[in-house]
């Protein structure tokens, strides 16, 4: 039964696609569509587009494209007309125009649709408002000793301890997991934290799959994983709710759970707080780790960055005693570290771009872009292009030593820009210098890998993980961590 639903269901869809592009062709628009082929009615060029990302070539794929029709195009990507853009104006148009962001059905099903991302107009100035007051300096100030400690701990435990080989990505992502939901939910480790690591785990395994509801599809199980993420997270918010007041507890769901409006009524609803948390985990856990991977990977290759890098770790550690934790004056000293930060994300961004859709008929370029198309904007487009940075495939971190260079605005965007620019951008700062500095001050690496190459899962996964050969600096005094913190 529930196979012939999703049938219809799925039939239903691709007929109600096929005739809004056959309607849509003959409804007046004030302007020229953009030049390019839609391809076959539904699939268009999606199977193409996925091939590109996972092979992470989906630059090639779209330059391909301007090649051909120039650098405004359309093309139709998971049954949606879509437009691609390409330049800093364009990445301007994307970011500052009445576009809205959009996660596709299927992605919103699984993580919940009442989150940060999903929301626009009011709804979205209130919830990103929130979210965002968490994650500003002012409150992160008050955090760095504890991620200090929470990374610390993590060395001790997977890096230390005399081994000679280790994976970095996964390391990465249970430390930045570990960082954020300490942060975020006041989760310390214990059995809902695994719990919570182990659903979320499932939850992305599905998240690209076909998406068919049906018995032991990945998307199913995906779902499912989702639901049971955001019953562990509620169960949080409930406890957090009945302890409010009760004792301090500074973490995210807390703080917006003491928010409230103008008539005192809890300013957040808890399933917005719920599904606003997970989509910041999911926003925040993956990305930061996949920064810090190719950091390391990049230092490996490049003895001179990497003993700048220690020179400047040093020279901040030689003004603190044994075992203290940094402080946030110690972060602002760290200049070089988030520079070679930047170079590595613009080289390899781990967000490759996204989508938004036009909410309302918009022009772009003398092109009409229709209400309900898709328009996609990619960072590398810009990031790797010559003619604003030059040898665009070399790492030079100099590169960002002056904010007021010539670069055009919009042409760094590996954060994105506008008023959806990642909220999460010193946190993520916080999270990879407190790592860099205890990394490169307790050990030395050589890649077991040679090959520089990653694919797109959708976010860039270097060869096997990055296993590398661990060597622990003799000069350094053992750490000495904090285990009261
Ligand atoms: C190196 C690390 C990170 C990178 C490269 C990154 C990149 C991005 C990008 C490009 C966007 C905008 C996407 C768009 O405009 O379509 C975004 C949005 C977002 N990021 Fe990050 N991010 C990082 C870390 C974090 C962290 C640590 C958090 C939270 C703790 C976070 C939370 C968010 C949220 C909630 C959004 C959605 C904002 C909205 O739609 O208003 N990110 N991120």
Redesign the pocket.
């Known amino acids: 039964m529930d196979y012939l639903l999703t049938a219809v269901a799925l039939l239903v869809t691709a007929s109600s696609i096929c005739i809004h592009l056959v309607t849509r062709a003959k409804k007046p628009c004030p302007a020229e569509l953009p030049p390019g082929s839609l391809g076959l009615p539904v699939i268009g060029q999606t199977f193409g587009f996925l091939c590109a990302i996972r092979a992470n070539s989906v630059e090639e794929w779209i330059r391909d494209r301007i090649n051909r029709y120039g650098p405004v195009s359309k093309a139709s990507l998971f049954g949606t007309p879509t437009v691609l853009l390409a330049g800093p104006v364009a990445n301007k148009f994307v970011?500052f125009s009445s576009l809205m962001?959009m996660l596709p059905r299927s992605v919103q099903r699984i993580v919940g649709e009442r989150n940060?991302?999903s929301h626009h107009g009011d709804n979205?100035v209130r919830i990103?408002g929130a979210?965002s007051e968490f994650?500003e300096p002012d409150i992160l100030k008050m955090y760095v000793g504890r991620i200090d400690d929470i990374v610390r701990r993590h060395l001790d435990e997977n890096w230390s301890g005399g081994r000679t080989t280790v994976t970095v990505l996964p390391l990465m992502k249970r430390l930045t997991f570990d960082i954020?939901c300490a942060l975020?939910f006041g989760l310390e480790t214990g059995t809902v934290r695994d719990a919570l690591s182990d659903e979320l785990e499932r939850m992305f395994d599905g998240m690209l799959a076909i998406p068919v509801n049906l018995p032991f599809t990945a998307f199913r199980r995906s779902l499912g994983a989702g639901r049971r993420c955001r019953q562990l997270l509620h169960r949080i918010t409930r406890e957090n709710k009945a302890k409010l007041g009760a004792s301090p507890n500074n973490d995210l769901i807390s703080q917006l759970l003491s928010m409230t409006d103008d008539h005192g009524e809890q300013l957040l609803t808890n399933e917005e707080i719920v599904d606003?948390s997970v989509?910041?985990l999911i926003?925040?856990h993956d990305?930061?780790s996949?920064?810090m991977t190719f950091m390391v990977r990049q230092l490996a290759n490049d003895p001179a960055t990497l003993s700048s890098m220690v020179q400047e770790h040093e020279e901040i550690a030689k003004n603190k005693a044994d075992g203290e934790a940094l402080a946030w004056e110690d972060l602002s000293k760290m200049k070089l570290t988030w520079r070679v930060a930047q170079e590595t994300?613009r080289i390899v961004?781990?967000?490759f771009g996204?989508f938004?859709v036009a909410i309302e008929d918009i022009k772009f370029d003398g092109y009409c872009i229709p209400k309900g198309w898709q328009v996609l904007w990619a960072?590398s487009l810009t990031q790797m292009d010559p003619s604003i940075f030059h040898e665009p495939a070399k790492f030079d971190p100099s590169r960002f030593e002056s904010q007021s260079s010539a670069r055009p605005p919009c042409s760094f965007?590996?954060?994105?820009s506008g008023?959806?620019?990642?909220?999460?951008?010193e946190?993520?700062k916080v999270?990879?210098l407190v790592t860099m500095h205890y990394l490169v001050r307790q050990f030395r690496w050589k890649l077991c890998c040679k090959e520089n190459t990653f694919i797109r899962t959708p976010l860039p996964v270097p060869l096997q993980g990055l296993p590398i050969e661990l060597e622990h600096k003799p000069s350094l005094s053992p750490f000495k961590c904090d285990q009261t913190l």
């Open positions: 970011f962001p940060v991302v979205q990103r979210l994650l954020l975020l606003s989509g910041t926003a925040g990305t930061t996949t920064l994300l961004p781990p967000v996204s938004r960072a965007v590996a954060f994105g008023r959806r620019i990642c909220p999460g951008i946190f993520a999270e990879t």
